[in-house]
């Protein structure tokens, strides 16, 4: 995905990480001030972006419960939130869509029910998932699972990873980039999580995920290679390029689970 961003681009994506990658900064810093200005602007340049301060704000008020510790300043991610919703209006009221009545709530709905009746959706999803993330994303998955702990970095990332795999099959079908579009928040839960990991396992992370960068060709040019470019995400790609691509990655992140067994890690 970082080396279609060079291929096109004429795209809103690269701007969406450096908002995201803004947002994570000023909430771990404490810095929520920032907000007020950041959540309107980055809105204005991406919609899905609203979602972000409206489930920070619902953790927030969580965890400031939770732990009494009043570490979010509920008011000002408030604020944040009804700014970028108002941004969010002002654009469709003066930008409004070619096609009315296609909002985000019916672009997920809609999505949704074709996930119900086509389940290999689902199969695809998993293989953008990996495509995007390689084994990385399942091994990070797996730790988790086992070594569930309260802390208050790591729910954050959790939480806005879990949103954007849910935007890879709710938000439209071109699974693979808007899975990505979660990296600043993906990418640092990565980190985050396997960090204790053994220096060695991330040599063979690395190995592991280099085919999926596709280096040894081109970017084919959808103009002409409509086909070939299509097997390059496995939201288009043929049947059994998905399904080869998901067992390459699966057994990949087994390999790695596997030789960690040995290990307290």
Same mark, same amino acid.
């Given at each position: ?22 947002f ?9 001030v920032?907000?007020?200005w950041l ?26 419960r ?11 991610? @408030?604020? =944040?939130?009804?700014?970028?919703? +108002?941004a969010? &209006?002002? %654009? /469709?009221? #003066? ?28 199969v695809?999803?998993?293989? @953008?998932? =990996?495509?995007?993330?390689?084994? +990385?994303?399942? &091994?990070? %998955? /797996?730790? #988790?699972r ?5 802390d ?33 928040f993906?990418?640092? &839960?990565? %980190? ?7 220096f060695?396992?991330?040599?063979l ?13 081109a ?21 059994? %390029? ?24």
């Amino acid at each position: 995905m970082i080396r279609l961003n060079a291929f096109d681009p004429i795209t809103v994506d690269v701007p969406t990480y450096f908002f995201q990658a803004v947002f994570l900064w000023a909430v771990l810093k404490r810095k929520f001030v920032h907000l007020l200005w950041l959540a309107p602007l980055a809105t204005c340049q991406k919609e899905s972006f609203v979602a972000l301060p409206i489930i920070l704000f619902v953790y927030a008020w969580w965890h400031n419960r939770k732990t009494e510790e009043g570490f979010y300043k509920l008011y000002i991610i @408030a604020g =944040s939130a009804v700014l970028a919703l +108002a941004a969010q &209006w002002l %654009i /469709n009221f #003066y930008f409004p869509p070619i096609e009315a009545g296609k909002g985000a709530l019916i672009t997920i709905g809609y999505h949704a029910k074709q996930a119900l009746l086509n389940p290999f959706e689902i199969v695809r999803w998993l293989a @953008a998932i =990996s495509m995007a993330f390689g084994p +990385a994303i399942w &091994w990070a %998955i /797996n730790r #988790y699972r086992k070594h569930y702990y309260y802390d208050n970095p790591r729910n954050l990332l959790v939480i806005f990873t879990a949103l954007y795999l849910a935007f890879g099959i709710l938000a439209g079908g071109d699974m693979t980039r808007i899975v990505y579009l979660g990296f600043p928040f993906i990418t640092t &839960w990565l %980190i985050y999580e396997l960090q204790q990991a053994d220096f060695k396992k991330y040599w063979l992370l690395i190995v592991f995920s280099l085919p999926l960068m596709m280096l040894h060709t081109a970017i084919p040019d959808p103009a002409f290679q409509w086909e070939t470019w299509e097997n390059w995400y496995p939201e288009f790609a043929q049947t059994e %390029i998905v399904l080869t691509l998901l067992a390459y990655v699966f057994a990949a992140s087994l390999i790695l689970l596997k030789t960690n067994r040995s290990k307290k890690y």
